[in-house]
Each structure stands twice: as structure tokens, then as C-alpha cells.
């Protein structure tokens, strides 16, 4: 068998409560789980959110709503999964490539910097924040005011892409050589919220 979704009661009888063979199922088989409980004790609804439902109903419920519920929670568990799956194309695309990537929020001002981008300049994993001065500060002061002119010529909307050939400084000390290319995403006004 292979459903979309489990619709169980919390009360069950036997070695194990609802909410702990809804954890199972989800570790198991990653299947949606949405509960059916006459308790609407406080504890109970704390210790089921832990293994993240797709809902919770009262009995006596609503057949409509539930019906609702049962179409959104099997929707919403597919667009996750396709969620999970381009999100492990995107990191095989990126090891495989064996670029270092940067992905730049500019509404929250922080960077993803890949494992590969900080490997390159001789980082660990935990050794660099999610700053752009993790960046921008080690650019070389020759090449600083060119890479500030090309970037913000792209987010301005003034070139097709960003990119730029600079020295940066890596973890020794020494400046190396580095190719950088990028891509701002606009918003409907055209202004740039994100850039990698």
C-alpha cells in the first residue's frame, strides 16, 4: 500500500499512543499524518505539534472541514517534496560544479556562502559568517572600487549580469585570483532582492 495520508486517532490502544506511531510513520515512510482527538488538553496538543501534524481535529468534527484539511495537507506534503527534491538537484549541482557559490539576500544583507566557495580560500565550514563583508573585506584595495562600480552597475539594472576579475585574500594571508559571475532576481518593480 502506499498512501498519500494518515488519518489516526491520538487514543490508541496498545504499546504506543497515536502521537508516537504518528513519529514513526513520519521518520518511516514521510507520509503527512493529520489527528482525530476527543482531548484538547493543552500537553496532548504540545506533544502531538512535535511530530509536526497536518492537523488536528476535535471529534466531533466537521466532515467538510476535514474533508478541507485532507486535500490541503496531501497538497502541501507534495509541493514539500518537490521543495526537498530541487533543493538536493541544487547541492548536487553545486558540489558537482566544484565552483564556490554565493547566494546574496539583500533584504536581510547575508550571504550563503557554499562549503567550496569557503574551501578555496582556505576556510572551514564555521569559520566564515553570513556577512558580505566576509567578502567584500578581503577584496584588495586595487580592485575594490572596480568590483563595487561592476556590481552595483547590475543591480542597477545597467548590465545583463554581474562579473569581475579581482584578488582576494585567503586564509594564509595572500592574495589570489578570483573570477567572480553573478545574477541579480528582481522584484515586479525591478529592484533587485537577491543575487547569486
Given at each position: 500500500?502506499?498512501?498519500?495520508?494518515?488519518?489516526?486517532?491520538?487514543?490508541?490502544?496498545?504499546?504506543?499512543?497515536?502521537?508516537?506511531?504518528?513519529?514513526?510513520?513520519?521518520?518511516?515512510f514521510d507520509l503527512p499524518v493529520i489527528f482525530l482527538s476527543e482531548s484538547?488538553?493543552?500537553?496532548?496538543?504540545?506533544?502531538?505539534?512535535?511530530?509536526?501534524?497536518?492537523?488536528?481535529?476535535?471529534?466531533?468534527?466537521?466532515?467538510?472541514?476535514?474533508?478541507?484539511?485532507?486535500?490541503?495537507?496531501?497538497?502541501?506534503?507534495?509541493?514539500?517534496?518537490?521543495?526537498?527534491?530541487?533543493?538536493?538537484?541544487?547541492?548536487?549541482?553545486?558540489?558537482?560544479?566544484?565552483?564556490?557559490?554565493?547566494?546574496?539576500?539583500?533584504?536581510?544583507?547575508?550571504?550563503?556562502?557554499?562549503?567550496?566557495?569557503?574551501?578555496?580560500?582556505?576556510?572551514?565550514?564555521?569559520?566564515?559568517?553570513?556577512?558580505?563583508?566576509?567578502?567584500?573585506?578581503?577584496?584588495?584595495?586595487?580592485?575594490?572600487?572596480?568590483?563595487?562600480?561592476?556590481?552595483?552597475?547590475?543591480?542597477?539594472?545597467?548590465?545583463?549580469?554581474?562579473?569581475?576579475?579581482?584578488?582576494?585574500?585567503?586564509?594564509?594571508?595572500?592574495?589570489?585570483?578570483?573570477?567572480?559571475?553573478?545574477?541579480?532576481?528582481?522584484?515586479?518593480?525591478?529592484?533587485?532582492?537577491?543575487?547569486?
Open positions: 500500500l502506499h498512501p498519500d495520508l494518515v488519518l489516526m486517532d491520538i487514543g490508541l490502544k496498545g504499546e504506543m499512543d497515536g502521537i508516537e506511531t504518528a513519529r514513526q510513520i513520519r521518520t518511516s484538547g488538553d493543552q500537553s496532548i496538543i504540545e506533544r502531538a505539534l512535535k511530530v509536526e501534524p497536518y492537523g488536528y481535529f476535535l471529534k466531533p468534527y466537521d466532515e467538510r472541514e476535514l474533508f478541507i484539511a485532507i486535500e490541503m495537507a496531501i497538497t502541501k506534503h507534495e509541493m514539500e517534496k518537490k521543495l526537498r527534491d530541487s533543493e538536493e538537484r541544487f547541492n548536487l549541482a553545486v558540489r558537482g560544479a566544484n565552483d564556490g557559490v554565493w547566494d546574496w539576500d539583500l533584504r536581510s544583507n547575508e550571504i550563503y556562502y557554499s562549503p567550496r566557495w569557503k574551501a578555496m580560500l582556505g576556510f572551514k565550514e564555521n569559520e566564515i559568517s553570513k556577512s558580505p563583508d566576509e567578502w567584500l573585506k578581503r577584496v584588495h584595495l586595487d580592485d575594490q572600487k572596480r568590483l563595487w562600480q561592476n556590481l552595483g552597475l547590475h543591480l542597477k539594472g545597467k548590465t545583463p549580469h554581474f562579473e569581475c576579475e579581482y584578488q582576494i585574500k585567503d586564509a594564509n594571508g595572500r592574495y589570489i585570483w578570483i573570477l567572480t559571475r553573478g545574477l541579480a532576481v528582481r522584484d515586479a518593480e525591478g529592484k533587485a532582492y537577491r543575487m547569486a
